[in-house]
């Protein structure tokens, strides 16, 4: 079993920034696969941004440019980088891990509002 624990979502003003944090810990011999979705209200879990364990990144369109994806393999751990946040990023994040299965965070609230 892998246990995935998220942190640093909140309350934020749109064009401001937040990171995100997920650590992975319990019985984890290798994780091919990190990443990011979220969830708004009323709406399917989407792909935010995903790392491979040799680096390789892939972003949703609507945050290319303003999220980075980056992941520590010695602590497994996966960071979201978050600038220029709109309205529209509202939603729960959750964290994915891929090993020989697929994991899930508890998710995390992020809200974008004046």
């Known amino acids: 079993q892998v246990q995935l624990v998220e942190s640093g979502g909140g309350l934020v003003q749109p064009g401001g920034s937040l990171r995100l944090s997920c650590t992975a810990s319990?019985?984890?011999?290798?994780?091919?696969?990190m990443g990011w979705y979220r969830q708004a209200p009323g709406k399917p879990r989407e792909l935010v941004a995903t790392?491979?364990?040799?680096?390789?990144?892939n972003y949703a369109d609507s945050v290319k440019g303003r999220f980075t994806i980056s992941r520590d393999n010695a602590k497994n751990t996966v960071y979201l980088h978050m600038n220029s946040l709109k309205p529209e990023d509202t939603g729960v994040y959750y964290c994915?891990?891929?090993?020989?299965?697929?994991?899930w965070g508890q998710g995390i609230q992020v809200t974008v509002s004046s």
């Open positions: 790392v491979t364990s040799d680096g390789s990144t």
């Open positions: 319990g019985s984890i011999f290798y994780i091919y696969d």
């Open positions: 994915r891990a891929i090993t020989q299965y697929v994991y």
